[in-house]
Every structure is written in C-alpha cells, then in structure tokens.
C-alpha cells in the first residue's frame, strides 16, 4: 500500500481508533479495511499541509472542485474516528475558500468580497457573490478572443463547482448541527439560479451559462453543461431539505429555484460515456434516492428511472471503449475517481432499495434498474488500485493535477463523506 508522507505514529492512533468504532458499527459501508483508512488519513493531511490548509509556510492554494471533496472527506473521516481535528480541519478549509475564492484575485485590480459587501457584512453572507474556480490564468477580458484551450485555464466561476460547494456546506449544516452553512449554501443557490439563468432568444426557454464571469455580470461560456441543470435540482432540493430542519426563522423557500431547473431537465438527455459525467449521474441519482426516501423531493420518480437508465448506457459505451485498459500516460484519474465514486453510490443506492425505503418509488424496480448499472460497471478496486501503485503516480497526468487526484481518490476509498445527503444531525 502507497504511503503519502506520514507514518502511522506521526497520526496519532487515529486508525486504531476508527478500528474499535468500526468494529461496533453496522451496515452498508460501516466497515473500513485498516490500509484504505490509513491511506485517505495520509492523503488528507498531506493536501492540508501542501496546499496552505494547517501550515502557514505557503499561501493557501484554493480550488474549488477540489475544496468540496476535501470538506467532505474530513467531515468523513471525523465520524469515522471521533477525532475533533478532522472536523476542525473542515471547518478551517470552508472558511479559507471563502475567504480566498469569496474575494477576487490577487492579480486583479479589483479589491475586495465579489459580492461587494464590507467585510462585516460578508462574513455574514460568504457565498453572495459566488466563488471563483480558482484557475491559475485570470478571467477573459470583455471582447478578448474566445480560446479554447486557454478557457480551460481561466478564472471565472462554473455553476456545477457552485453545487459541489452547496453539497459541503450542507454536509458540514447536518455534521456540526450549525445550520448557518445551510443558510450559506441556500444564499449560494438564490444567486446562482439568478445569474447562470437567462432566456434563450429562440423559444424563450430557459437555459444555463456553463461558465460566467468572476462578478457574474456575463457569460464567458453561455454554452448549457449537460448535468448542470440536473445539478441544480438535486442540489437545491438537498439544500431546501436540510434547511427544513434548521431552528425556526430559517428562510426555506427554494421552490422556484427549484422549478426553473425541473423545466430545464425536462427533455435533456442525459447519456454520457465520460466517466467522471457517469459517475456524477450515479451519485447524484444516490443523493435523488435519499430525497425520494425522506420524501424530500418533487420530482417524481422518473427521474430516478431516468439517471438509471442512462448510466446503464454510458456505462455499456465506456466499458466497450475498454479504456482502463491503457497505460497511465493515457488515462486521468481524477475523471476515473469519479466514476468510481459514483460506481460506491449505486451500490449504497442497491441498499437503499433493499431495505424498502423507496417504498413510494417502488424499491423492487428501482433493484433491477440498480443491477443493470452495475452488471455493465468495471470494478472500483481496477481503477484504485490502479492509481495507488507508486510507477503510476509518477506519470504526468497523475503529477500535473496532483491536488484533485490524491483529493478524489481519497474521496474513492471512502466515499460516505461525500455520499450522504443527511447523515448525522
């Protein structure tokens, strides 16, 4: 088993005490092997100290896609252990990306919250403005000739890196019982609703930019993302159950933000052979099945059906592609992870049905569209382990996104941080 720079005492015991706790627990996922904890543990507090998280000898190094995998992961690994410092640790991180991405750049001449509120004010409202990707090239000046491939390298903000936030901030709300991240990630789901949606001229239906600008004054790629809108849904809906829970005088409307990405779902096809879009359609269609379950989501069961349905055809398309099969010069892993990911949620989304908490959706159906997936699904252990052997991590694509890799992959290991919609409070 790889280890990431930090030998067993150097983490205290903290897997032995995981153990003794695993070994009174139950269920589906409960049980951790002792190598894969310690494994995520090392790779956790190897990105904490790399990228400025618990040490002060470099700037904090904030991406957002990355963040939301990491607060899940250490929520994930404080209610696997117990130890305080985990959740410390995603707690410090929530606030760094705020305090990082809630603000322009360094580089920018603009100062200060993208909300434009004082700083009195935007501590109390972080997410009002959004959060920047955190890309390494500035955003694209107005009237700056669209680049392809530089786009990919530029700030900006993307709608689905919005919604893997909200997710964190939902899951620290149901983790702390502090229901202010709920609030946060209810204000982050007004404001993009607000500025990612606008009116197509042809039709007047509604569409989605896939990126906007840092401000969110306009679209750098109006272009809709296939699951974004499906993101949405799933993501508000989430947001709007837990904050159903939260003390009275919470704000806990999002209907309409609701409904307007319910109609842009309607119709969208939703088939795709990309692993890391397959394995988002698996874990979202898992997040959908805890919503069904609590009874805590409008759509309908169809929908359910629907994310089924066309994993069961991605997967059919990427498994005859054959393309764990190539060498790692040739692969991504932080695309493989996520399928992965999403490969433990259909899994968790089998147990879901087995104990009959889809009653409504009819659990025995929900069964054999779940076997179906995972009949054409590779082994999550063929990409992991894959990914853990040293040779391969030494190859660029492992090397030049380092940060997401290790981040996903400890996500891949142990995926209940980042799976669960309730959990917890």
């Known amino acids: 088993m790889l280890r990431y720079g930090l030998s067993f005492r150097a983490i205290g015991g903290k897997v032995k005490r995981a153990r003794r ?7 589906v996922g409960d049980l951790m092997e002792e190598h894969a904890l310690t494994a995520v543990i090392d790779i956790m507090m190897d990105f904490a100290r790399s990228t400025g998280l618990s040490s002060s000898m470099a700037p904090p190094r904030r991406y957002l896609w990355t963040d939301a995998f990491g607060v899940c992961n250490f929520l994930g690994l404080y209610e ?5 410092s985990f959740k410390e640790l995603a707690l410090r991180l929530v606030e760094q990306v705020h305090q990082v991405l809630g603000r322009h750049r360094d580089d920018d001449q603009r100062k200060g919250w993208l909300s434009g509120l004082d700083d009195r004010e935007a501590a109390l409202h972080p997410t009002r403005g959004g959060l920047r990707i955190g890309k390494r090239l500035k955003e694209r000046r107005p009237g700056e000739p669209f680049d392809e491939r530089l786009e990919w390298d530029r700030d900006g903000q993307y709608f689905h890196y919005l919604t893997k936030w909200m997710h964190a901030l939902n899951r620290v709300a149901r983790v702390t019982g502090d229901y202010t991240y709920n609030r946060w990630a209810f204000e ?6 607000a500025t990612f949606v606008y009116q197509s001229p042809r039709g007047g239906h509604r569409r989605m930019a896939w990126k906007m600008s840092i401000d969110l004054s306009h679209p750098l790629v109006p272009h809709m993302g296939q699951h974004d809108a499906l993101d949405g ?3 508000y809906s989430q947001t709007a159950a837990i904050a159903a829970d939260a003390p009275d005088g919470a704000e806990k409307d999002l209907s309409a933000e609701i409904r307007t990405m319910d109609e842009m779902c ?11 879009g397959l394995g988002s359609l698996l874990s979202d269609a898992y997040r959908l099945g805890q919503l069904i379950a609590r009874e805590s989501c409008p759509a309908s069961a169809d929908l359910l059906h629907a994310l089924l349905s066309a994993s069961r055809q991605g997967l059919e398309a990427f498994t005859a592609q054959n393309q764990l099969s190539e060498g ?6 932080f695309r493989e992870f996520g399928l992965s990911i999403g490969l433990h949620a259909a899994q968790r989304l089998r147990a879901l049905a087995e104990e009959n908490r889809l009653v409504s959706a009819g659990s025995h159906a929900f069964g054999q569209a779940i076997e179906a997936v995972l009949k054409h699904a590779p082994p999550m252990e063929a990409i992991e382990g894959f990914w853990l052997r040293p040779e391969h991590q030494k190859s660029e694509t492992w090397t030049e996104h380092r940060d997401i890799n290790m981040v996903m992959l400890a996500t891949s290991l142990s995926p209940d941080g980042f799976l669960k919609v309730f959990g917890s409070k």
Do not use: F, N, V
Request: net charge negative; glycine share 10%; proline share 5%.
């Open 328 to 333: 790692a010069d040739y692969r991504l892993p």
């Open 80 to 84: 696997k252990t117990g130890d305080e």
């Open 233 to 235: 849904l799933i993501t």
């Open 21 to 27: 706790k695993d070994d009174e627990a139950e269920g």
């Open 266 to 276: 309607r119709g969208k096809g939703l088939a795709t052979d990309d692993p890391l």
């Open 188 to 193: 982050l789901a007004r404001t993009s609703c």
